[in-house]
């Protein structure tokens, strides 16, 4: 599935969040989404994962538009938030059978599916703790597994590695790449190292507005690393 953005605009009051952002992502590509610290990356993936109401524009999955009362399209697409709010009083696995009924799913299939998620996310040794018991990089598998539960083709992960110490940032990475197969991914990011080992194209925005929308091959082109030219478009 592909994603489409249409002169996306969200505005806070008199603050202008994201300014007119167009950009596509194709079927199957794993995007970075990069931007200073409140560029709006956070608020244009709350409106991809159809949580926010854009002040004009529109977003698209395949020809579908997504919106935030629509169902049809958000079952085929999963979204972690940055700050993933968890049910800390619930056993893993609770909160995921919850999940996967919120997405749908029901019955032995559920069930199994739980089970299968717990495995694919490394959930396993700590699946019958309840979330609050958990340390953070495994709550952040909690969240990874909540947004697969449905196995949706499209993934909106905002910071999925953000607070992680080095091991827990690369078996988070690890797992980001192993599920990546057949689906379409938009992740956000601060660390550059991250969009290098996971990514092969880059959006950047900064201050609202899109600065660049284009393969790390291409952009790193002049022996630049991508740091610098990230520095030097969001200056
Ligand atoms: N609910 C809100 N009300 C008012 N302003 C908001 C709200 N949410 C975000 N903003 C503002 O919109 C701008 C974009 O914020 P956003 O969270 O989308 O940025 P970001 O690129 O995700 O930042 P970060 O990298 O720090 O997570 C910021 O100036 C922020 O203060």
Same mark, same amino acid.
């Given at each position: 599935?592909?994603?489409?953005? !249409?002169?996306?605009?969200k505005t ?42 854009p ?47 919120l ?20 959930l ?6 309840? #979330? ?33 110490d ?12 192993? #599920? ?14 991250e ?13 609202? !507005? ?10 790193t ?15």
């Open positions: 599935m592909s994603i489409r953005v !249409n002169k996306l605009t806070y009051g008199a603050q202008t969040a994201v300014n007119s952002l167009s950009f596509e992502i194709n079927t199957g590509e794993i995007v970075g989404f990069l931007g200073p610290n409140g560029a709006g990356k956070s608020t244009t993936m709350k409106i991809l994962a159809g949580y926010l109401r002040t004009s524009g529109e977003a698209f999955l395949d020809e579908e538009l997504i919106s935030v009362d629509g169902v049809s399209n958000k079952r085929k697409l999963g979204y972690l938030p940055e700050h993933n709010p968890l049910y800390l009083e619930m056993y893993v696995a609770e909160y995921l059978t919850y999940m996967g009924e997405s749908g799913l029901k019955g032995k299939f559920l069930k199994d599916r739980v089970i299968e998620i717990i495995e694919l996310v490394g396993g040794p700590e699946k019958n703790k309840k #979330i609050e018991q958990l340390s953070k990089g495994y709550r952040q598998r909690v969240g990874l597994a909540q947004a697969l539960i449905h196995d949706p083709e499209v993934l909106i992960l905002d910071e999925p590695t953000t607070g992680l080095p091991n827990q940032l690369v078996e988070i990475r690890n797992l980001i790449k192993k #599920i990546s197969k057949n689906k379409t991914i938009i992740l956000s990011t601060h660390i550059m190292q969009v290098e080992a996971l990514c092969t194209k880059v959006i950047v925005i900064n201050k609202g !507005n899109l600065v660049a929308s284009d393969s790390i091959i291409n952009l082109k002049n022996g630049k690393t991508l740091e610098s030219v990230f520095s030097e478009l969001t200056k």
